[in-house]
Every structure is written in C-alpha cells, then in structure tokens.
C-alpha cells in the first residue's frame, strides 16, 4: 500500500501568465508526485468552478491563493494517511464530503474549486500509478475499467494552426482551425507532418498579408488579419497542398459559438470583434446550419466543434440531424465533460462526439465517467487542452489510456502544447509494436 504523507499546492503561471494551481503530492516512500491545471478562456457557463481570488493586482489576471490554501488547509489533512490507489473514493471524499456544492448539474465544486481539486485528483492517479509500477496511461486504462491491455492506440492529433475567437487579436470569429495526418502511418509521423504544415502556413500567410500576420494565438496558431472563415480554410487548404499532404488530411473547427451568440435577439454575430461592423454578418441559428452544411461541402472537414451556443440545443439537434452523418458535431461548451449534459445530448442527439477537458470537470473519476456514458452511445471523443496550459502532459497519458481516438492540443510549436505532443512519441517509442495509430476516430 501506497499512502499519502504530504500534500503542498502552490500558484504557478500558466502559459498566458495567469495563476495556476500546481500540488505536490509526497507519498510515504518519499516520492513526489506533481500536477498542474489548465485554465479556459472561452469557458462554458456550465463548467464546474475554477475557483479565483478576487483581486486583479498582483498579475492581469486573477489569483488562485484561494484555490491553493483549500488544497493545504482542507484537504491535505483528510488525504493524509490515505490510500493513492483509491482514486474513486479519494475523488468523491473531496467531490462530495469536503466541497459538497452542488447545482442543476450535478457537483459544482465551488467551495474548494475544480481547480484545487483536480490538481490532487492528477497527482494521486500518478503516485497510484508509480507504486504499481506502471507507465501513467496504463494505469488511467485500468481506472477505465481495462486491465492487462497489451494493445494501445496513438490519437489522431488536431493541430490548431490558425486561431481566431477569444484566443487572438484579429477579426475571425471562429476560434480554431485545425488540421489532422490522418494519412500518416504513425504518430511520429503526424506529428512531422504536422510542423510541415504549420510551417508551409507561415510561408502562405506571409506571402497573402505580410510579416506581421504571422504573430500567433494562444495556442501557437497564427491570426491573420482575416475575418472571413473561407478565407482562414483556403490558407490552410493552400498550406497543405504546399506541404506536399493533399489527400493524407483533415480540417477541423472549433466555433466556440456560446462567444458571438446573442440570447435576446438569438443571432450569432459573425463579425463580433470587429467595431466597425456593419451588422450584416449576423445569423439565426437556422442560417448557421446552412452556413456549416455549405463548408463541409466544400473541404473535407473532419469536425466541428461548439457550432451553436452552450444553450441552443434544438440547432445542435438541427444540424446533427442533417450533416452528422458526414462529420463529427463535437460538444465542449454544449457537454463540459458534465456526466448529466452528456446524458442530454444523447438523449436530444444533440451531437455526436465529446470533447473531453478535464478541468471542466474537476476530478478524474468524473472525465472517464463521462467518457464512458457517451462511449456506450456511440460517441468519439476527442481529449483536449485548455488555452491556458502548463507543462503537464497528463492528457497524453490519458487519450492512450482510456483509447479515445482524437486529442488536440494546439499548434505543433510551444512548449506547452508540444510537451503533450512528445509525450505521445515517447509513449508510442515505448509500446513499439504494440500501438496502432488513428484507429476508431
Ligand atoms: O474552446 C476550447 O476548446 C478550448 C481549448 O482549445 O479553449 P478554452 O480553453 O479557452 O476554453
Ligand atoms: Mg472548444
């Protein structure tokens, strides 16, 4: 047996330059575990809390102090002594009997914070991990219910090469255009194939709008001066072509819709970043259908991710319905990773695919309990980043581990993003012939 000795959570930065919770989690033989959590941007309301202090002064954004001294003053001293194997029980003590806030969804987390809490979550299942001796995606499938796996699957990664939305500072409404090989034959490969493309885009970007539209997003995609969505595709179409990939890939979308929809007069505002806006580039949910169904006629979309606002779940169920067939409707602000909204969506075939942030959650027990509800519908998944991240690779671990088919996270350049990218080449070096690549997705 494995026990908890210590537990120190401290802020760090993540990689905008906000405060983050990191935990150190010391075991009884005196290993350390660390984790760290990401932060959103363009966060779902029906997330649970990350919990942040209120003042603005000491960086730009708000402080986690708060979210800190819960992890040390609260719930270090009920950890301690316990069993790290027990993630479920561990997850739930915090979840249940030390937060205990809840709402129409379900547990909340706003007394200790989503965040406070799944830093412990992440670090437990790292220590139980180490004292079984098994590499941390092994251990997450077995927390999956999937014992003595032999065979393993490397993701198909989604490069988020052009970045739009909350993320950048240039008129494109869209948040993400992405890209996946999934002609390579191995992740490695991808993932070449992938700096391929991102530096073939540079090249484009730079020849159509000159140098300066080559400074980048939060996740290391560019933002060029554009705010046309078919402008952003073609760039990308062009990039790939030059790369010499035609035919070996797939684009994806991320909307992120719930930023440009306006509740009162139930338009999406396609041109909402930009002052001078003349109004005409505003849609009912109706002509966004159309406008989607138009574009994955014309280039070979793999998915689309938040189409619609985090409440229009008839125009989810619209567009599902009528192009679901052919691409993947991918919720993030529609699920948050939320046991009770995957039921929902399934329920409204309001989608067909989850996209899988565990700090939506807030513990691990929660993310693969999610993940589960929708893998029994049929649903993909795809594992996903936030726009604030840390070095902490935990979702390489965990797409391999619990075998969903897609994971993005971000542009393939970035330390933070490329050190969940590395991770999975050193995962599929270590499985060596036992890994498959892109299957399932
Ligand atoms: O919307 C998203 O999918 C994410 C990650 O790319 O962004 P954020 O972390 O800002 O919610
Ligand atoms: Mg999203």
């Not at 379900?106 to 004292?131: D, T, Y």
């Not at 793999?302 to 991918?330: C, H, M």
Request: charged letters at 25%; aromatic letters at 8%; one cysteine or more.
């Amino acid at each position: 047996m494995a026990t908890i000795k210590d537990i120190k959570a401290r802020e760090i930065l993540d990689s905008r330059g906000n405060p983050t919770v990191e935990v150190d989690l010391t075991v009884d033989n005196g290993q350390v575990f660390r984790a760290a959590v990401p932060s959103g941007a363009s966060t779902g309301i029906y997330e649970a809390c990350e919990l942040r202090d209120g003042d603005n002064h000491r960086y730009l954004g708000k402080g986690v102090l708060k979210a800190v001294n819960n992890v040390n003053t609260i719930i270090k001293p009920h950890l301690i002594g316990k069993n790290v194997t027990e993630q479920e029980q561990l997850d739930k003590l915090m979840v249940e009997q030390l937060d205990g806030t809840k709402n129409e969804w379900g547990w909340c987390k706003s007394k200790l914070g989503a965040n406070a809490i799944l830093a412990v979550s992440m670090a437990v299942a790292r220590a139980a991990a180490a004292h079984k001796n098994l590499p941390l995606y092994k251990y997450l499938s077995h927390l999956n219910g999937q014992d003595n796996l032999t065979q393993f699957n490397l993701p198909l990664p989604f490069f988020n090469v052009i970045n739009g939305g909350k993320h950048a500072g240039n008129k494109l409404a869209f948040q993400e255009f992405m890209f996946t090989p999934c002609g390579a034959s191995n992740f490695a490969e991808g993932l070449r194939m992938g700096a391929e493309v991102y530096h073939n885009l540079k090249k484009v970007i730079e020849k159509k709008y000159g140098q300066t539209a080559t400074n980048v997003g939060d996740e290391g995609g560019f933002a060029p001066d554009t705010s046309n969505p078919d402008e952003a595709l073609e760039l990308l179409v062009e990039a790939i072509k030059k790369a010499g990939h035609e035919g070996k890939i797939k684009i994806s979308m991320d909307v992120a819709a719930s930023e440009f929809y306006d509740a009162k007069t139930k338009l999406y505002d396609l041109d909402f970043k930009n002052s001078n806006s003349d109004g005409k580039h505003k849609l009912t949910s109706e002509q966004l259908v159309e406008y989607f169904a138009n574009l994955v006629s014309k280039y070979p979309i793999f998915s689309i991710e938040d189409p619609f606002d985090q409440d229009d779940w008839a125009a989810y169920a619209q567009l599902t319905a009528r192009i679901g067939n052919q691409v993947k409707i991918v919720g993030d602000d529609l699920l948050v990773t939320n046991p009770l909204r995957a039921e929902k969506a399934i329920q409204e075939k309001a989608c067909n695919y989850l996209l899988l942030k565990v700090n939506q959650i807030g513990t691990v027990t929660e993310a693969i309990q999610t993940y589960q509800i929708v893998s029994k519908a049929n649903f993909g998944t795809m594992v996903s980043h936030r726009s604030g991240e840390t070095e902490d690779t935990f979702i390489a671990d965990l797409v391999v581990g619990i075998g969903a088919a897609t994971i993005k996270t971000g542009a393939p350049c970035r330390s933070e993003r490329l050190a969940k990218y590395n991770q999975l080449i050193r995962i599929e070096e270590e499985l060596g012939q036992n890994s498959t690549y892109g299957k399932n997705h």
